[in-house]
């Protein structure tokens, strides 16, 4: 899996099969292609400096933007 610690504390899993997690301290959630993702494949998470947005890159070579 991959892994990401955002600006607010929150854990993002990038799986390759079952999409994108967040861990938080109000739960979970789980985002995939239902959810609008391209892929559930994940393979690669960062957040933007200062903007609180999480960016994912997913086996289908799309970047997708997240709002935390």
Known sequence: ???CRDS?????VG?????LIKVSRDGQLQLATADGLADDAILALTESPGSGVLWAGTLGGILHRISG
């Open 15 to 19: 799986t390759l099969g079952a999409g």
């Open 1 to 3: 899996p991959t892994l």
């Open 8 to 12: 607010r504390s929150n854990l993002w």
